[in-house]
């Protein structure tokens, strides 16, 4: 088996279209698209009023604050400290 590899770009819904060398026979091929991993977006903020603003759109903790409290508790008491 060889491989040829080349570089190309893609868009949404559309076709992509690869240019082969001359010399290649016809013949079935694997084709694998690779691509690059997405980086995880993280959130910006150019003011405290646009993280405040961020932080109020975000869902509530499931946990009470007691329940937070305990199981902080519990982690510290498991070290043996």
């Known amino acids: ?4 590899r080349i570089k190309a770009h893609v868009k949404p819904n559309q076709p992509l279209v690869v240019e082969l060398p001359p010399d ?3 013949t ?3 084709v694998i698209i690779l691509l690059p991993d997405t980086p995880a ?3 910006t903020f150019a ?3 646009e993280y405040d603003a961020w932080l109020k759109r975000q869902p509530p903790s499931p946990y009470t604050a007691e ?5 902080i508790a ?3 008491a498991a070290w043996g400290e």
């Open 74 to 76: 519990e982690e510290r």
């Open 1 to 4: 088996m060889r491989a040829h």
């Open 24 to 26: 290649l026979p016809e």
């Open 47 to 49: 003011t405290l009023e």
């Open 28 to 30: 079935e091929a694997e």
């Open 41 to 43: 977006t993280k959130p």
């Open 67 to 71: 329940e937070i409290e305990r199981h």
